[in-house]
């Protein structure tokens, strides 16, 4: 059974940082895309960032570039967000999803929710003003 776990989420500042973890198992981790997705009441879920099966390509959303990093641990089986500059549009509850693919074929592709089987319970960050 695959499972992911999201971690890391909590209240910070505006500015501030968090580090987002997502662990896996029951999957070839080496052979699965991950991808970053966020959620606000009463919205769908925005992809927030994504990275190969191999590492090799990395997707971020404008809202997001410059300000986020997404890397992941093959000895671990871990994907990692690490989220700077943090601010208050930010706050969202952060899932993390995987597909038994390498990558993309688009630079769009990675957003569509629908396109995910696999998925976390969702972590929450708060970044207050």
């Known amino acids: 059974e695959v499972q992911l776990q999201a971690s890391g989420g909590g209240l910070v500042q505006t500015g501030g940082s968090l580090s987002l973890s997502c662990a896996t198992s029951?999957?070839?981790?080496?052979?699965?895309?991950i991808t970053w997705f966020r959620q606000t009441p009463g919205s769908g879920r925005e992809g927030v960032s994504s990275?190969?099966?191999?590492?090799?390509?990395?997707y971020y959303a404008d809202s997001v570039e410059g300000r986020f990093t997404i890397s992941r641990d093959y000895a671990k089986n871990t994907v990692y967000l690490q989220m700077n500059s943090l601010k208050p549009e930010d706050t969202a509850v952060y899932y993390c999803?995987?597909?038994?693919?390498?990558?993309?074929?688009?630079?769009?592709?990675?957003?569509?929710?629908?396109?995910?089987?696999?998925w976390g319970q969702g972590t929450l960050v708060t970044v207050s003003s």
């Open positions: 999803a995987a597909v038994g693919m390498s990558g993309w074929s688009t630079n769009d592709e990675w957003k569509k929710s629908i396109y995910y089987p696999n």
């Open positions: 029951g999957l070839s981790f080496a052979d699965y895309a």
């Open positions: 990275i190969s099966s191999g590492g090799g390509a990395i």
